[in-house]
């Protein structure tokens, strides 16, 4: 890494959060979620399901999403702030057999700081224009 770099990437973040207009918090929930992005996107099937729509939703339950593990679409989970925030401290201990293969996080403001912004990301607008998601 350059020396440059951490500047690049303060501005980068101010940049981002005046365009939000939101708090430094949701800049970090942002940034936290590019450790999901090999996996995930917000409004499209990848190795991982699309997140759109996640909040109130069964678990195994995103639309096109072929491969779910049966530990998860049997689990009877519903995603909200509780569940996402057990699931994402360690997905397999709550879904034991999940192919989620991700250890999880530990940080417990990092966790909320993602789930925060997970909540606004994965409403209908912006970023989530999937058809026939709420
Ligand atoms: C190595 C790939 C990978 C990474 C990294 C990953 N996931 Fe996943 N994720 C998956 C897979 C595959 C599933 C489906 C698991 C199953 O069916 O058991 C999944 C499922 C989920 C689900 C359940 C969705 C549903 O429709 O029921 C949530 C929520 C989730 N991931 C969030 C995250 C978040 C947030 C991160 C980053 C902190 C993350 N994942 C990182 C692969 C990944």
């Keep these: 890494m350059t020396p440059r770099a951490p500047l690049a990437a303060t501005l980068l973040a101010v940049a981002a959060t005046a365009a939000i207009g939101d708090a430094p918090e949701h ?25 759109c729509g996640l909040f109130g939703r069964k678990a195994g339950a995103a639309p ?10 049997n689990s009877g989970i519903v995603w909200n702030l509780q569940t996402l925030e057990r699931f994402l ?24 700081a993602l789930i925060a912004w997970l909540q606004d990301a994965t409403r209908a607008g912006a970023r989530c224009t999937v058809p026939g998601v709420p």
């Design 89 to 112: 401290r360690d997905p397999a201990a709550m879904v034991p057999g999940t192919t989620m293969g991700y250890a999880g996080i530990a940080d417990a403001r990092e966790r909320t």
């Design 27 to 51: 800049t970090r929930g942002q940034a936290i979620y590019d450790r999901c992005i090999a996996c995930h996107a917000i409004d499209r099937n990848r190795t991982g399901p699309l997140h």
């Design 64 to 73: 096109g999403f072929a491969s779910y593990s049966d530990a998860l679409r």
